[in-house]
């Protein structure tokens, strides 16, 4: 089972992070999204976790999130992580309002 949390900024994603390293998770397992694309690589390189990539999505996923819109390519991030396809438009819509959305989950 995944957690989802919606944070305002970088400096509560941190803490969010280190709340759920402090639980148990890896950085392995922790990933964060904002719906600008730069601003959710930096945060992540600053933060020191995984983008959600191949290894989550899927090769054929991967490669259609290049054609589609960062939303439409966000919800099918956060369908690739176990949300159901209106709690993915949910969460993306906070993303929209300039919120980040931290996403941990135990691997198998």
């Known amino acids: 089972m995944n ?19 402090m639980q148990g998770y890896s950085k392995n397992e922790i990933y964060l999204l904002a ?9 992540s390189d600053s933060l020191d976790i995984k983008d959600i990539g191949v290894a989550e999505q899927g090769v054929l996923e ?3 999130n290049v054609f589609r819109t960062r939303g439409d390519a966000l919800r099918a991030k956060l369908e690739s992580l176990g949300m159901s396809p209106l709690e ?11 919120k980040v959305v931290v996403v941990a989950g135990k691997s198998a």
Not at 35 to 43: A, G, I, P, T
């Open 35 to 43: 719906h600008d694309k730069n601003r959710s690589e930096d945060l």
């Open 62 to 64: 991967s490669v259609a």
């Open 88 to 98: 993915a438009e949910r969460y993306e819509e906070e993303l929209d309002r300039g």
């Open 3 to 21: 957690t989802f949390k919606v944070v305002e900024n970088g400096v509560q994603a941190k803490r969010e992070i280190d709340d759920l390293i």
